[in-house]
């Protein structure tokens, strides 16, 4: 179980490292990226849950949006 949760960790610093290229890359998307990240790291950190459900409740696409990439981590990763 730890190893999972390390390997899910790093795999959150991947796609942070890749979004951070995308947003100098025109190739790469990186928004897609560091929100991806956003909400694995989520699942390490509620807190960082909490503030994106909070910023993002003025903007229903966006919270759907969230939702979605959130059950579809949890779905692919499983429990950690």
């Not at 950190?45 to 696409?61: A, E, L, N, Q």
């Amino acid at each position: 179980k730890q190893t999972k949760r390390t390997a899910v960790f790093i795999i959150a610093i991947f796609c942070v490292l890749i979004g951070v290229a995308g947003l100098i890359l025109p190739i790469i998307p990186g928004l897609v990226f560091l929100a991806l990240a956003l909400v694995i790291f989520s699942l390490f950190f509620p807190v960082i849950g909490d503030k994106m459900r909070h910023h993002s409740r003025h903007y229903p696409k966006l919270q759907d949006a969230i939702v979605r990439m959130e059950d579809w981590v949890r779905r692919t990763i499983g429990e950690i």
